[in-house]
């Protein structure tokens, strides 16, 4: 698919949707993209993030107009949005940036942001930091060094992302403990 001449709506497409509803990230089409070196991975990495980021706007308003209506329930596990809720209270730009680079159900986040009315500004650059942080390293990898390093970092990639987490959480406990 990442050589069809069509693929790049659907790429923009799966960043906008798995913002607020899909499962599936899109690195798994934008890697295989930048691999073909037929785009240009900074425009990809960068039209990426921005579609992300629009879905992540959808999650938002999602979560600060829906939140009572039954439709919520069927986006987003009500025990993973109460966990997420949670953690939001004091650190929401930093969890939204490693929500937005981790393994982390981006959606939940985006979703909770707009329940907690969370300011739209640092909601919006933090989702780009931490989206955009995702895709042009993803971009890059695929484009510059293609699957070899890739693989290599794959196996590795959640574990960054738990390191990330484990950060955060150290950071609020010795913040406020």
Do not use: C, Q
Request: glycine content about 6%; overall charge positive; aromatic content about 18%.
């Amino acid at each position: 698919m990442a050589n069809k001449k069509n693929v790049l709506p659907y790429l923009y497409g799966l960043s906008f949707i798995e913002s607020f509803i899909f499962p599936i990230p899109p690195d798994v089409l934008l890697a295989p993209i930048a691999l073909t070196k037929k785009y240009n991975w900074l425009k990809l990495a960068l039209n990426t993030t921005l579609f992300s980021v629009l879905g992540g706007l959808v999650g938002y308003t999602i979560g600060l107009y829906l939140f009572e209506i039954s439709i919520l329930s069927d986006l987003v596990e009500e025990e993973a949005f109460m966990n997420v809720k949670n953690l939001f209270i004091d650190n929401s730009v930093w969890i939204i940036i490693i929500a937005g680079f981790t393994p982390l159900p981006y959606k939940v986040f985006t979703v909770t942001a707009g329940y907690m009315s969370l300011a739209l500004i640092p909601f919006i650059i933090a989702s780009i930091i931490g989206r955009g942080l995702r895709f042009f390293l993803v971009a890059a990898i695929f484009h510059y060094f293609g699957l070899e390093l890739a693989n290599r970092l794959k196996k590795y990639f959640e574990y960054i992302g738990l390191l990330l987490l484990l950060l955060l959480l150290l950071i609020i406990y010795y913040k406020y403990y």
